[in-house]
């Protein structure tokens, strides 16, 4: 029996992306981001008595939220080791792999984890707060140099070496500790008509950095192109160009880079073959139900 619905939200691009795994009744699925359950349920509906799906989530919080379904499995991981798992539960082969890579409203709109500034929080930002380094401790303990280079690489922000120095200058004084306080450092060099979105891309790439989001990307792109049977389909949604630039180059090519080789007979040797062409993005309805999902990008391929 499936237990009642999400705690979380809606998932954005729901039914286009698990439309884009073409379900099959009794086949075997990963959900990448289990987050408030939204996907794996919209599987399980979908799925016959001898179907299964196993979610993906590193954050305790997602475990309250677990499906009581017997044909349901949660995996207390990053994705990253999906390959690793599905060998450790004995299958070789799966269906289907949905990926949704945006933050939840359930992190941005919980004051004590620090992903949102529109709230005086602790600088935490881990996804897994079990372990790792926080916001803070990257704040506070990158040199000036490699703070500018995660500003300007993952937050492709213009300002990235000014933004550097005045933390660094600020820290002398005083440990950083809450969002507001890092929020009071920057605060005058964020220029009043793109403070909100340079502030947004501030959070994105610290938390970037303290998950280490883009490797643990790649790593299941690459685990995925091996656990996938032939006819297989992969469908991941995207929120920032970091993050899709490897996927769209990983459906093209098979990797991050997007390097393309040929065979002998000079065809793309790629192990994905797009299956949407064109990019799918929200509905004007979605947009205005979820204003957070307007730079989603949904991307399915399947295995050949």
């Known amino acids: 029996m499936i237990v009642s619905e999400e705690k ?3 998932p954005v691009l729901l039914m286009e992306s698990i439309d884009g795994l073409a379900i099959q009744p009794g086949g075997i699925y990963a959900d990448m981001t289990y987050g408030g359950g939204g996907h794996s349920r919209e599987i399980l509906r979908r799925l016959g008595r001898d179907g299964h799906v196993y979610g ?3 954050d305790a919080d997602a475990e309250k939220n677990i499906v009581g379904d017997d044909r349901f499995t949660f995996v207390r991981s990053n994705f990253r080791y ?18 949704d890579l945006g933050v939840s409203s359930h992190h941005f709109d919980d004051e004590t984890r620090g992903f949102s500034f529109r709230f005086d929080a602790p600088l935490d930002m881990r996804m897994n707060r079990r372990a790792g380094l926080t916001a803070a401790d990257v704040v506070n303990g990158y040199s000036e140099e490699q703070l500018a280079d995660l500003l300007y ?10 933004l550097a ?13 809450t969002t507001g306080e890092l929020l009071q450092t920057v605060g005058g060099l964020l220029r009043p008509e793109r403070e909100k979105k340079e502030t947004a891309q501030l959070f994105q790439a610290l938390r970037i950095e303290v998950n280490h989001e883009l490797e643990a990307l790649k790593e299941m792109l690459n ?6 049977r032939e006819g297989g389909r992969l469908s ?6 970091l993050e899709d630039r490897i996927v769209k180059n990983y459906m093209k090519a098979g990797n991050a880079e997007g390097r393309v080789e040929q065979d002998f007979f000079g065809r793309t040797a790629s192990p994905f ?10 509905t004007d309805d979605e947009l205005q139900r979820n204003p957070r999902s307007r730079s989603a990008k949904l991307r399915i391929a399947e295995r050949i």
């Open 8 to 10: 979380y939200h809606v």
């Open 56 to 58: 993906f989530d590193q």
């Open 82 to 99: 999906v390959k690793q798992w599905m060998r450790y539960f004995g299958i070789e082969k799966l269906d289907g792999i949905l990926a």
């Open 153 to 162: 690489i993952y937050g492709e922000l213009k300002q990235a070496r000014r």
């Open 165 to 177: 120095a005045l933390i660094v200058k600020a820290r002398a004084q005083r440990r950083i500790e």
């Open 223 to 228: 685990g995925a192109t091996e656990v996938l």
């Open 236 to 241: 991941v949604i995207t929120y920032h160009s």
């Open 273 to 282: 073959r797009a299956v949407n062409n064109k990019v799918i993005v929200p």
